[in-house]
């Protein structure tokens, strides 16, 4: 369990790997549609996670999928946080598909439900994936955000990540456009 303390009231989840989802009939029936609802109710409120328009139901199950797949394949790590079996968050990495650039992989999702914000749910399941990482024998674990998105970029950049580029008014959502911030952590310079 992971407590977090607000407002003198304990919050406590626990985080799951895919093993442990995909042993547990109930919640791999059930993680899914929750993992859909988190992402289409962060999207349809301007998350940066990837969509201008929520996903669909069909398109988070593939998705998620292709990562169990890949979890399986041992080029993949997911993770989903709970809180008395409910999920409020997930996350997950992928290997490089590109033989040159298979010791690395890219952080892809973190996304975590709106009422569990500032409990400390995102930076549990950022670093459970970034020691699964370590752990797989990965060098250089990537990603990129959207430049507006300041919450995810402190909390990256407190849990060892540092930028390497940005290319300016890449994002397009609408007639809007956000910087594309490309962060790093390189295993190979930790001893």
């Known amino acids: 369990m992971n407590p977090a303390m607000t407002s003198g009231v304990t919050f406590e989840f626990a985080i799951l790997d895919a093993m442990e989802l995909t042993s547990d009939p109930e919640l791999e029936v059930r993680f899914a549609e929750s993992a859909h609802q988190i992402l289409a109710d962060l999207?349809?409120?301007?998350?940066?996670?990837?969509?201008?328009?929520?996903?669909?139901?069909?398109?988070?199950a593939e998705l998620l999928g292709h990562v169990v797949s890949a979890v399986q394949a041992g080029d993949a790590s997911l993770r989903a946080a709970y809180l008395d079996r409910r999920l409020v968050g997930l996350g997950y990495w992928l290997r490089y598909a590109r033989p040159t650039h298979r010791p690395h992989a890219d952080l892809e999702k973190i996304a975590v439900d709106a009422a569990a914000h500032g409990h400390g749910v995102g930076r549990a399941l950022t670093a459970a994936l970034i020691a699964d990482a370590r752990e797989a024998g990965i060098e250089v674990l990537a990603l990129d955000a959207r430049g507006?998105?300041?919450?995810?970029?402190?909390?990256?950049?407190?849990?060892?990540?540092?930028?390497?580029?940005?290319?300016?008014?890449?994002?397009?959502?609408?007639?809007?456009?956000?910087?594309?911030?490309?962060?790093?952590?390189?295993?190979?310079q930790q001893g």
């Not at 008014?169 to 911030?181: L, M, S």
């Open 148 to 188: 507006d998105n300041t919450n995810a970029l402190h909390l990256y950049r407190s849990l060892g990540f540092t930028e390497y580029g940005r290319l300016p008014d890449f994002v397009a959502v609408g007639e809007h456009r956000y910087d594309k911030v490309f962060y790093m952590l390189d295993f190979r």
């Open 43 to 60: 999207v349809s409120e301007g998350a940066a996670l990837g969509w201008v328009e929520p996903p669909s139901r069909d398109e988070v």
